[in-house]
């Protein structure tokens, strides 16, 4: 295989089985083995260590994973110390009934309770190993808040249908609790997670990828206890390990803006741990837990399961590339919502975006232009073939122009929407005009522009429920912005939500049949958790805190 074509993928072979755990040769042992070091298995790994038992952790790279590349937001709420600050109001049982509009039953009733009664204590507990959260809110709503503001509306709550179960007169509460940074703040979440770690004792093998488990061999000859994992580390002091750990880098530094060099990094990093990674043996002698993270960098999972999201622009880290996933199906795991893609298409900030219509190809509206990104975009690509246009009119684009050069808005999202409005957009002086020009049907597109101007003036009300201050009366002339997945200019972002099924009371990997698979617990990406229905800003991060602590403690414990 050339290395242009080569695999980014870690190669998962059947797990070893033995007859019991002293016919291997064990280079080393701990009592947890944590496989992935983002922030479900930093929080797995200190969970564990405060239970008392010995950990190691094993990284792909140098850890961090997806979180460290993330937005740095945890989903919080309850009542914690930052909403109180603000001047909000907010409780466990309103959490939890918001909730319930966004996961849409993908955890029991009591774990959605349960969680959002320990926010609270598990953003104290964050914070208690060094991360720092803010009360200080953005202006407007926003995809991701500018430096200086951290707490803010991370989902839909300010959305009137999900609002109908707040007490009369009272505001819906922001839980979107980013960490305290200069510029994105997941590298500085994760490296209070990483000093916390490293402080607790934990024991880290990096640049290392797990390419088997080791289990007990059951009476029907299949896998049974996982006893351990085998090991293929990087050799130290090698010139082609530190190649490799600058690899990587190179791949952070270049994912965003110059895709095809940061993968062309990626094959090459593969390609020498492929030629010089060495194999070894790791006993864990209460558990493994599998932290690796999603599957959206595995293009075979997505041509298999969700072959309609490909044109998506993929998130995440190197390492999500389901090796967590097949080691635990490996093993006889059950998995679920393998085809469920996160696809965000965030039309704010600007902030008067929502203002203007979102419609299909035939012209006609299909959803509430203020929901959050990943609502937009799931209806975008699952129900209309991931084709829709943004209409907006000359009053619209001067306000959102204005908010790109003097809003203090981040590069990638003022440049992006300036290019889009100004370079890209089509424009007509109506709306028949506009129709023809983009290829709808000028019927549907004038009366779904009728039908919302009606709205806008009070004469009806808007038929997807957007809220008052969101409407406007759109004017000639008018300009569409082509807003469908595998616009380049306009990436929508992809992210992976199905993983490995877990008893949600422990963590503990279930089987085909539901049963527990012994020694063998997942958290994070790589689990069934809150996030794997619909996706909002910081439920990712919060789920790892919550799964995390909730695997380690198991397996600690086991």
Known sequence: MSEARASTVTPIAAPLLLASAQDAEWSESADVVVVGWGAAGACAALQARHEGASVLVVDRFEGGGASALSGGVVYAGGGTAQQRQAGFSDSPELMHTYLQHEINGVVRGDTLARFCRDSVANLEWLEGHGVHFDATMPDHKT???PDGKYLYYSGNEMVPAYGSHLPAGQKP????????????????????????????????????????????????????????VEVWQMPAGDTRTARHAELHRQYVRHRTFRAAKAMACLREAAQLERETAQPRLVRARHGVVLTTGGYIFNPELIAQHAPHTRKGWPIGSAGCDGSGLRLGESAGAASDALDNISCWRFITPPSVWPQGLVVNRQGERFCNEQVYGATLGHELVEHQSGKAWLILDASLRRQATR?????????????????MMWLKSVKAPNAQALAQRIGADPARLEASIHAANAAAQGQAEDAYGKSPDMRHVLRGPLLAMDISIGNPLFPLATLSLGGLRVDEDSGQVLSGSGQGIAGLYAAGRTAIGLPSSRYISGLS??????????????????
């Open 143 to 145: 995809s991701y808040p």
């Open 173 to 228: 509460a922001p839980r979107g609790h980013r960490v305290v940074a200069k510029g994105q703040s997941g590298a500085t979440l994760f490296a209070a997670l990483r000093k916390a770690t490293l402080k607790a004792g934990v024991q880290p093998l990096l640049q290392a990828t797990v390419r088997r488990l080791v289990c007990e061999q059951g009476p029907d000859g299949r896998a049974a206890r996982v006893l351990g």
């Open 403 to 419: 908010q790109c050069l003097l809003g203090g808005l981040w590069a990638f999202q003022a440049l992006p929407a300036l290019a």
């Open 541 to 558: 991060l919060a789920d790892c805190v919550f799964s995390g602590r909730r695997a380690g403690r198991a397996a600690a414990l086991a």
